[in-house]
């Protein structure tokens, strides 16, 4: 029985050592993130434009990725239900 306490404290130790780590990065992420807003914050007009389209073509680009994606699955799906 005590073999069982030990084992069960040692294991609850070391997962709360793991998630303060975790908690730590999680921290830092939002601390930058954070400071990349306040920093975005400040362009100018024009600098927040170019942001958004820079924004806006990667999504496109993402968008069109997927697209061509689906499309070969289609076309594999149609080619193994034709043999």
Known sequence: MFEFFKNAF???K???KAQHEVDK?????????SKATWEEAKLSPKGR???MQKERDEQ???????TE????RIQ????KRNV
Do not use: F, G, V
């Not at 990065?25 to 993130?33: D, G, I, L, Q, S």
């Not at 594999?76 to 080619?79: F, P, Q, T, V, Y």
């Open 14 to 16: 070391a997962s709360a």
């Open 25 to 33: 990065a999680n921290y830092r992420a939002a601390k930058a993130e």
């Open 60 to 66: 496109i680009a993402a968008a069109n990725k997927r």
């Open 10 to 12: 040692k294991d609850m």
């Open 49 to 51: 434009q170019a942001l």
């Open 69 to 72: 994606e689906a499309n070969a």
């Open 76 to 79: 594999s799906a149609k080619e």
